[in-house]
T-cell receptor, first 112, second 109 residues
């Protein structure tokens, strides 16, 4: 089975721009979660999608949004980028959500 | 609030045993998981405890005490390749996974 894939792997943007990241889960997995990882802050939960619906949301501003398609692929969007948004963005898939998370390689975003 | 506490760093010697502790405070609890992340890599699943007691998987073992809201990861016969960050995580009653901030394990030759 192919693992979780994320595109792009690296991204450089400037303040004020917006960015869209993509995640393809393991085949058959219906839950996709997104995390932001920065040094010293660990993995911060952004949101989780299950069957095209946002089921859970973390404590991030509305500039962070996401969606899930009928094939379970998911995208997250960050608008009006700030320097503090520089981070590794990880997505993880699972069958139903609260069990073992399978992580993708991440997208490393640098905001200048 | 909901939180997980684990040490930020631990240092051990190659061939030795090390224990990484995790205490948690969450609304509801369905299990404690452990993940390993090497520098530049993605977190990978190591173990899961839903019930009290010890789960063993090769050189790695994980323990849970639900009454104490406490668990630990035990790594035996440490190898240099075990140098990584280790995260504990819990699933709460909202089906949300909450991760600790991670423990950086340094292994000395």
């Amino acid at each position: 089975k192919a693992g979780v894939t994320q595109t792009p792997r690296y991204l450089i943007k400037t303040r004020g721009q917006q960015v869209t990241l993509s995640c393809s889960p393991i085949s058959g997995h219906r839950s996709v979660s997104w995390y932001q990882q920065t040094p010293g802050q660990g993995l911060q939960f952004l949101f989780e999608y299950f069957s095209e619906t946002q089921r859970n949301k973390g404590n991030f501003p509305g500039r962070f949004s996401g969606r899930q398609f009928s094939n379970s692929r998911s995208e997250m969007n960050v608008s009006t980028l700030e320097l503090g948004d520089s981070a590794l963005y990880l997505c993880a898939s699972s069958l139903r959500g609260s069990e073992t998370q399978y992580f993708g390689p991440g997208t490393r975003l640098l905001v200048l | 609030g909901q939180s997980l506490e684990q040490p930020s760093e631990v240092t051990a010697v190659e061939g030795a045993i090390v224990q990484i502790n995790c205490t948690y405070q969450t609304s509801g609890f369905y299990g404690l998981s452990w993940y390993q992340q090497h520098d530049g890599g993605a977190p990978t699943f190591l173990s899961y405890n839903a019930l009290d007691g010890l789960e063993e998987t090769g050189r790695f073992s994980s323990f849970l005490s639900r009454s104490d809201s406490y668990g630990y990861l035990l790594l035996q016969e440490l190898q240099m390749k075990d140098s990584a960050s280790y995260f504990c995580a819990v699933a709460n009653r909202d089906d949300k996974i909450i991760f600790g901030k991670g423990t950086r394990l340094h292994i000395l030759p």
